[in-house]
């Protein structure tokens, strides 16, 4: 039998690391399994062009490199537990298949609310990660007079919004248990900005509250919050952060907490022949310090299959992985009505110093995050020319000094 | 090797100028600007430049080497 690497997930992540597999010389079989029953498509114009009705569900899709060609794709079939020291995974259907190499793809699903209140199809309570998700939610969004709460103002939360609010929906309410939007990725200088920014474009905000509850019998009527306000609401958008795909794995001895931990060569629980990359890998960026984290921006999946594919290749030929770590340098970018907010770096890290670098919050702006006198992030809010700006401190971010303390071990 | 981005796709991110900064700029109005005829020695950077396309705009046309 030819050896075989098995990438569970069918997204992003998964179809770079089938790319990269063979870009690093992987000439054995490989088999993509993933639970939705679509190929590979782009999730960012989910809250925005898709929701807007811009962009055909079609023009989603990636186009494979040519050299991804003979990969074999198990589409809308879920992976339901791994025995990885036997090497097999389990299938739903209670099918077995075996692997030699393993790369964890499996990413995240949306995090939803417990509390009172109607729930399931038809209730009017949403998500927003899968194409399914978004022509659901578009085709409630469309209907006249419709208000919207949207719990949670960090980046799908804001888009939402903004493109309802450029969909025409009658009242648009954003709800969170902070007092700012994406208060905690841009600080509050940024946060501030972007708060007014929405407003002013027709956006309401409710914030410092929870939700207690949701009104109404089968269908969604209100919004209870934890302060005792009460929103009018015929669809609500639960925005509130995303779970790791990882039950799976249980029983394995891996670190599952919050997603699937990794050693700084992407390699998960010390496994020659697992690697882990995209939303569910939680890993160590030397480029900071040594404190491993999950990253859920679009640039990591693409990042993290190069390294992966590096680290597996050597494993299953018994070699110790190439010597150089996985340290990228994130970037996000979020498109909300007609701004755009464009980040490169780490600025989560550096909210305590915060520099205007060009330009003026109440207008198009730059700024520098710090943490220990070094730059960790740039953060623009504005135009093209912004983000261009921002862009231009890309290499400057590259070269700053790791923040690990001295004499840790890298 | 031919290299086509599509206007209508693009949103002038600018992390193809990364990965391929010999094909790819952003002009001075932060607009993308591209070669459409690369040199076939940056395939791979033009590869690279298609991928981390936020919006999938970039298409290489011509065969592989």
Not at chain 1, 94 to 107: H, I, K, R, S, W
Not at chain 1, 331 to 339: A, I, K, L, P, V
């Amino acid at each position: 039998m030819t050896a075989r690497v098995v990438v569970a997930g069918a997204s992003l992540g998964g179809l770079r690391a089938a790319e990269r597999l063979r870009a690093a010389g992987w000439t054995g079989a490989i088999t993509v399994v993933g639970d939705e029953p679509h190929m590979p498509y782009n999730r960012p114009p989910l809250s925005k062009e898709v929701l807007a009705g811009s962009a055909p569900f079609e023009s989603l899709a990636f186009t494979p490199r040519a050299s991804a060609a003979d990969v074999r794709w198990r589409l809308g079939t879920r992976i339901t537990a791994a025995r990885l020291n036997e090497r097999v995974l389990t299938l739903d259907g209670g099918e077995e298949l075996a692997f030699d190499g393993l790369v964890v793809a499996t990413g995240l699903r949306a995090r939803r609310l417990r509390c009172a209140g109607p729930s399931g199809p038809g209730s009017g309570r949403h998500t927003l990660r899968t194409l399914a998700d978004a022509r659901a939610l578009r085709s409630r969004l469309t209907r006249p007079g419709t208000r919207l709460v949207v719990v949670g103002a960090g980046f799908i939360g804001c888009e939402v919004a903004a493109t309802a609010v450029g969909l025409g929906v009658a009242r648009v309410t954003v709800v969170d248990t902070e007092p700012l939007p994406m208060l905690r990725p841009l600080g509050e200088l940024l946060a501030r900005a972007l708060l007014h920014r929405h407003e002013r474009r027709g956006v309401r905000f409710a914030l410092g509250a929870g939700v207690a509850g949701f009104r109404g019998d089968t269908r969604i009527t209100g919004v209870a919050l934890s302060d005792g306000r009460v929103l009018d609401a015929d669809v609500v958008v639960e925005a509130v952060g995303a779970r790791p795909n990882t039950e799976w794995l249980e029983g394995n001895g891996l670190d599952l907490t919050d997603g699937v931990l990794t050693d700084g060569h992407l390699r998960a629980g010390g496994l020659a022949h697992v690697v882990a990359v995209g939303d569910v890998a939680r890993f160590p960026n030397a480029r900071y310090d040594s404190v491993p984290r999950r990253v859920e921006h679009w640039s990591i999946p693409g990042d993290a299959a190069k390294c992966a594919a590096s680290t597996l290749l050597a494993g299953l030929a018994g070699h110790p992985p190439p010597p150089a770590p996985f340290t990228p340098l994130p970037t996000f970018w979020s498109d909300q009505h007609d701004f755009r907010l464009q980040s490169f770096g780490t600025p989560e890290l550096g909210t305590g110093d915060i520099r205007v670098l060009h330009g003026d919050p109440a207008g198009d702006v730059v700024v520098g995050h710090h943490s220990g006198g070094h730059l960790v992030g740039v953060v623009s809010l504005g135009n093209p020319a912004a983000s261009a700006a921002a862009a231009r401190h890309r290499a400057r971010l590259l070269s700053q000094p790791s923040l690990l303390p001295q004499g840790a071990a890298p | 090797m031919k290299v086509v981005v599509d206007m209508d796709k693009c949103q002038n991110h600018g992390q193809c100028v990364f990965a391929a900064p010999d094909v790819f700029r952003l002009d001075d109005g932060a607009q993308l600007v591209h070669v459409s005829h690369p040199d076939d020695a940056l395939r791979d950077d033009v590869e690279e430049a298609a991928d981390v396309c936020p919006m999938q705009a970039i298409l290489i046309e011509g065969s592989e080497p």
